[in-house]
């Protein structure tokens, strides 16, 4: 950084990529539905059709699109018996609401785009793109159904029914919920690719169904549909004390598949009271504590059509559960993404098998064995070993993370989980018969399927692993709701972590469908007084709710999701829940001064254990308090000014300025001093703008000097850390972020980095200097929450940032630093790849960046030596800059 202070500045600008002279192509791609490839769940009347435009040519903008839509993909093709067709000479080509006439309950539609640019080309008709509606409440006709009487059995029931087909067909679509989880299958085949169905909602107040294309799993003549249910949290153990059963004591499967003939003909196959039911080889499953399966009680052949139902299968029982609270599945599914290989097998002192796969990783262990009918194969997962070396699950409380395999005959046998997922790097295998062979074991990372649209490297390693960690804990803690921790008996919506971390897992994959949908449940769960509980979906008391910095997740993520996807629609639809948070603050609040009720306050910021002079960094609660009641208030404001809430926006720009001086009155003195005089207050304070402009510097001071006097440690919590680098550089402080970045010493992000994390951890200091761990009750090795310096690397190592919502403006601003001399990045926006790669070689500060068509970008080159910057405005392309810099 120190160098590039004494930049001459001699920049020269490249155009890297074809000219004008060369031939131009332009092209359509990328279409979306509701923020998704091809959905086949759509329940909006008016989804939201999006799509990114491919240009060689520089400069390119958007002028004109055309969209065709049909019911019929022959007919789309040739432009015949349109169902909507449209176009607009208009730059917009992200959310963009569809607009033609109604669309039908379980149809598909086929549509695509073509456009012309600013420089005369005209693309052809996009690949044909296709959608299909989830399923109405009327249109459902297949019913509930549940083992007969009480569901007093641990073990999962399965299910079946044999139908026949003898036509040909043209296409089938299964559309499957369950209370509980399930799977399915047709003639043995399970139906489509998705894990831990149907995922996890505010149950009573919206299930999930998944919509599967089956049409390849049908034959002619008898076909057998089959599924089997586990408890989930549905019916499981959730939260921490032991709560079982939350939301029913009754699991139930509604399934039913849509058969359209060649002959035009349709048939609708359904649960109903003439299927039949028994007991599979599921024992129990249980997603904290795992799955026992006894291959002894497999029912040979039961999903296959010539099985003969013994006695044991009775007549189901049919549930009046009602379809109203249906949702269709508008989020990514759970799929198996990743396998890891064994990167070593060891045998402890008592024979035990240790397996390491070298990743913190969320998901199962699929084992082969071969042995004698009725041998036990315990699987024990954690996520460390103890500094002599020993499998250490203390930290998982009381949640077992045991799966238990029974071997069913002396063939060789696989075994996987199918309701249970756990959080692990080692497993534990005891009872294995014969020698374990690296080929017979492996480890599947399941989550939530999200395109990865951020990639950051440096020439740092260990920064480049502290990004591997912070996407490690993503992908662990993204199962269909956003986790604060994967492996202990919690793993639940905690709405403070998931703020704190929403900026970052934005970069790093594209979670917009992901938050919608769990937005949803927040509105959904938000109590009539417009406070938030703690964890959404909610399955903790009604008093545990509206806390600082964890309620403040209703403005927060809404308001983080337009500046990243740029579809205005989210802040519409989360605008009441927003405003019923800002609210709920203000009736608590006594002359705008919001100091009452429970908060968890800079959650776990530094505290040495032996803390005689006074080191710890408490911050006031009721100070944390008033700075976040500030920020909702402020991105309330903000937004009732998008949406055109004139009203709104002048009350609650109206309530800032109080809370502000409310703030000043109370928690600052008239030379400049907070009264809590830690890095995390003085964060806030400048953060959200609670300081006269007159005392920010000095406070800026303070901070640093605060940074300085812990030998360049921070010592912020939760809610500190996030804002802590972010508030260094903007007010030029971005060495001291640097020095913050860089420490390798605890409390620092490179500490667990250096101690061998593979994920980022809830404490600072998981794992102490000499081995030893911290408290076994509150030690995550999985927990996203400080992985959000992510969003400051993204932003200001590789100065990716969205100058307008949804990087339709771009803004390219690089602050080099850290003794880092390259880096390199890319951002897959709503409009595509922003990439930016730069390094210092020879005093020269060497810049190239890639901004997508449609969009334009500011490029800010490093500060000179007389403290200006240069900044260029510029189109699409590819540009190159080179700076002296000596
Ligand atoms: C969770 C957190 C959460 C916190 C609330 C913990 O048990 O793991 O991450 O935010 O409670 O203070």
Known sequence: MRLLSSISIAFCLLIIGTGFTRAQSLSVDDLRIDHQHNPVTVSSERPILSWKIISTAPETVQRAFELRVSADQQNLVRGRNLHWTTRAQTEQSIALPYAGPALESGKPYYWQVRVQDNHGNRSAWSEV??????????????????????????????????????????????????????????????????????????????????????????????????????????????????????????????????????????????????????????????????????????????????????????????????????????????????????????????????????????????????????????????????????????????????????????????????????????????????????????????????EETGTFETSNPLINQLQKNIVWGQKGNFVDVPTDCPQRDERLGWTGDAQAFFNTAAYNMDVQAFFTKWLKDLTADQHQNGSVPFVIPDILTANDAGAAGWGDVATIVPWGMYQAYGDVRILEKQYNSMRSWVDYMHSKSKDNLWNTGFHFGDWLFYRPDDDNDGRAAVTDKYLIAQCFYAHSTEILANSAKILGKTSDEQKYRDLLTAIRSAFQQEYLTPSGRLVSSTQTAYVLALQFDMLPENLRQQAVQRLVENIRSYGNHLTTGFLGTPYLCHVLARFGQHHVAYDLLMQETYPSWLYPVKMGATTIWERWDGIKPDGTFQTASMNSFNHYAYGAIGDWMYKNIAGIQAETAGYKNIRIAPLPGGGINEARASLETPYGKVSVSWNIKNDMFNLTVSIPPNTKASIELPEQQNGKKKVLRVGSGTYAYTTKIK
């Open 129 to 450: 793109q296709h959608w299909q509606m989830g399923l109405e409440t009327l249109s459902w006709k297949a019913q509930w159904i549940g083992v007969p009487g009480k569901d007093t059995s641990a073990a999962s029931p399965i299910f079946r029914k044999s139908y026949a087909i003898n036509k040909k067909i043209k296409s089938a679509t299964a559309h499957i919920s369950a209370r509980g989880l399930y799977e399915a299958y047709i003639n043995g085949q399970k139906i489509g690719d998705a894990y831990l169905t149907p995922g996890w909602t505010s149950y009573k107040k919206q299930i999930q169904y998944q919509a599967f294309d089956v049409t390849a799993l049908l034959s002619k003549g008898k076909n057998v549909v089959s599924a089997v249910l586990g408890d989930g949290w549905y019916r499981g153990r959730i939260g921490f004390n032991n709560q079982r059963a939350f939301y029913g004591d009754t699991r139930a499967l509604l399934l039913q598949v849509e058969i359209t003939y060649t002959d035009g003909s349709r048939e609708t196959w359904k649960t109903d009271d003439s299927w039949k039911t028994s007991l599979g080889a599921i024992i129990s499953s249980d997603i904290y504590d795992g799955e026992t399966y006894d291959a002894r009680l497999e029912k040979r052949g039961w999903k296959l059509a010539d099985y003969t139902e013994s006695p044991a299968w009775l007549p189901v029982q049919t549930l009046p559960y009602p379809y109203d609270n249906l949702v269709g599945n508008q989020s990514p599914l759970i799929r198996k993404r990743e396998r890891l290989k064994p990167q070593g097998i060891s045998r402890t002192t008592t024979g035990d098998i240790i397996v390491d796969f070298g990743q913190n990783m969320v998901g199962w262990v699929e084992i082969k064995a071969q042995g004698k009918a009725g041998t036990t194969i315990i699987v024990e997962h954690a996520e460390v070993l103890d500094k002599d070396g020993h499998f250490y699950t203390k930290n998982l409380r009381s949640a077992k993370q045991q799966n238990r395999y029974i071997l069913g005959s002396s063939h060789e046998q696989s075994f996987s989980p199918h309701f249970s997922f756990q959080g692990f790097r080692y497993v534990k295998i005891t009872g294995y018969p014969g020698e374990l062979s690296a080929s017979a074991i492996a480890a599947v990372a399941l989550y939530s399927d999200m």
